[in-house]
């Protein structure tokens, strides 16, 4: 047999192995704790993820002024307060009561295994979410902007340059949850 094809071969065990863990292991079990959770790895097993390509937790998020951050020049990140068309997207809005609707975002991000929210009060939500296989982290957060009645959002992809508008798509995917 080749030496070639004895690499992959054990290449494919390895990932056949690491999804078959991923798929039998109950979320709850210590076994899983144990395996998913260690000082470098920071995320929630429950959401599975192959590899882990988190990148570092950003100290500038949080309102400033009554502003989130800017988005990079990048194309992965979307803000209701920014003003480029490539970045806008329009805030949250509700049809009755803002903090109602303020509480059921955090409900809904509660609700979603690739989110876990970090800081959150009663104008506030940062969450990160983890994509399923690559394990990247985006950070978003939310803003009840009471002079506008609106939630200010912001997502964006901590490491590279295009998210393939994942950022805008969950954005999108949790208003659509919230007027469902």
Not at 2 to 28: D, E, G
Not at 83 to 90: E, K, R
Request: glycine residues 4%.
């Amino acid at each position: 047999m080749p030496k070639r094809f004895k690499y992959s071969l054990f290449a494919l065990s390895a990932i056949l192995f690491t999804a078959v863990l991923c798929l039998v292991l109950p979320a709850s079990s210590a076994l899983a704790e144990t395996i998913f959770t260690t000082s470098n790895f920071t995320t929630s097993y429950k959401t599975m993820s192959i590899f882990h390509f988190s990148g570092s937790r950003p100290t500038d998020l949080g309102l400033q002024a009554g502003q989130l951050k800017s988005c990079p020049s990048s194309p992965n990140c979307v803000s209701s307060q920014d003003t480029d068309a490539q970045h806008y997207i329009d805030p949250v809005t509700a049809d009755s009561n803002i903090k109602e609707t303020f509480a059921k975002v955090k409900a809904t991000i509660e609700s979603l295994k690739e989110a876990k929210i970090v800081t959150a009060d009663d104008r506030y939500i940062y969450a990160e979410f983890t994509s399923k296989l690559m394990g990247f982290v985006d950070d978003v957060e939310f803003y009840l902007d009471e002079q506008t009645e609106t939630i200010q959002v912001r997502s964006a992809s901590r490491l590279g340059k295009s998210d393939l508008g994942a950022n805008r798509k969950r954005i999108e995917m949790i208003r659509e949850k919230l007027n469902a």
